[in-house]
């Protein structure tokens, strides 16, 4: 072969790829193949999320360059007034873990609704340590509110049986959100044996600042099912979503919105408030409102 032809051979290897685990500026990007590289960015750009298809040029062997991002489906992300951080992309289900033990915070959940309704995908609740039998009553009562919004809310006990979860996993791109202490990690390694991924004893205040989970990685359950554990999803900025779309983010409000007696209604005190009447009626929880005024009145960070 001549010297023109293997040049060119070394430059048209560029390549699709799934990016499925990111520590900072570095990712490992898989392809359909089975073969993982490990990859930077091109140029000082960052961007890359767990979840992202990326094109990706071979530098040496196991390394490349990734040259460009493809399109993505959905983009779940947080932001404050500062920064935005994308938490995954492409993930066509979210799957909120919350616990008796720590509590969990209401909010979290519906910073977290009001993200998945913003990109449309779809959200399973998983009540996990059901084991602990009695502080669980509470969190099955608080939790039949998002039930009856059509949140599937499926109770679990990790440390037994995850086996519950494993049909809602099946064919999609998952990505677990939850605070810390919940059981993520143990509900992955019984998902995905090979993950390990290291579960936190949260009994002492020095260990709830120990994050042990410190980057987002993507698993394969099957060839149809993967998940993605992200340790940025325990603070949930909305910034980037405007006043006019908040409601929008509470499921039950749609059939309200553009009924109010003012087209421009924030549906705080105003007079003619269609969801300020639903309210009345018990027709959507005063709970939910409250959420919906907190996030547009104390900002959404
Ligand atoms: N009782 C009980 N404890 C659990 C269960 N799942 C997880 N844990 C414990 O909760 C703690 C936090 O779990 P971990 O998986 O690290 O939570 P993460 O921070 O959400 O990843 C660990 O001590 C786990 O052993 C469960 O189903 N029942
Ligand atoms: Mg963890
Ligand atoms: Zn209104």
């Not at 947080?78 to 616990?99: M, Y």
């Not at 006990?157 to 810390?180: F, H, K, M, T, W």
């Not at 408030?273 to 409102?289: H, K, M, W």
């Amino acid at each position: 072969m001549s010297a023109f032809h293997s040049n060119k051979a070394k430059t048209v290897s560029s390549q699709i790829g799934l990016a499925s685990a990111v520590f900072g500026r570095h990712f490992t990007v898989e392809t359909t193949a089975g073969e993982w590289f490990s990859c930077v960015m091109r140029g000082k750009k960052g961007g890359v999320a767990c979840g992202d298809k990326v094109e990706f040029r071979i530098t040496a062997p196991g390394q490349g360059v990734i040259e460009k991002i493809l399109p993505r489906k959905t983009l779940l992300y947080r932001s404050d007034a500062f920064k935005e951080k994308i938490i995954a992309a492409n993930v066509t289900q979210i799957v909120i873990v919350v616990a008796a033990v720590p509590s969990f915070s209401e909010e979290l959940i519906n910073r977290c609704l009001v993200a998945a309704e913003n990109q449309n995908i779809p959200v399973i609740i998983v009540l996990n340590k059901t084991d602990l039998a009695e502080p669980t009553q509470a969190a099955i009562r608080l939790l039949g509110l998002y039930e009856t919004l059509g949140y599937p809310v499926l109770k679990l006990s990790a440390i037994n049986d995850v086996s519950a979860l494993e049909p809602y996993l099946e064919n999609r791109l998952s990505v677990l959100a939850g605070q810390s202490g919940m059981g993520k990690s143990t509900i992955l390694n019984a998902l995905v044996p090979e993950a390990q991924r290291a579960t936190a004893e949260i009994s002492t205040v020095l260990d709830s600042g120990c994050h042990t989970t410190t980057h987002s990685r993507l698993y394969h359950i099957d060839d149809n099912s993967a998940i993605i554990d992200s340790p940025g999803i325990q603070a949930f900025g909305l910034h980037y979503i405007k006043t006019e779309n908040l409601a929008w983010g509470f499921i039950e409000f749609h059939p309200y919105i553009g009924q109010c007696k003012f087209h421009n209604c924030r549906h705080l005190n105003e007079p003619g408030c269609a969801l300020a009447y639903a309210a009345n009626q018990g027709e959507i929880s005063t709970r939910r409102l409250a959420f919906y005024h907190k996030l547009l009145e104390n900002g959404r960070e």
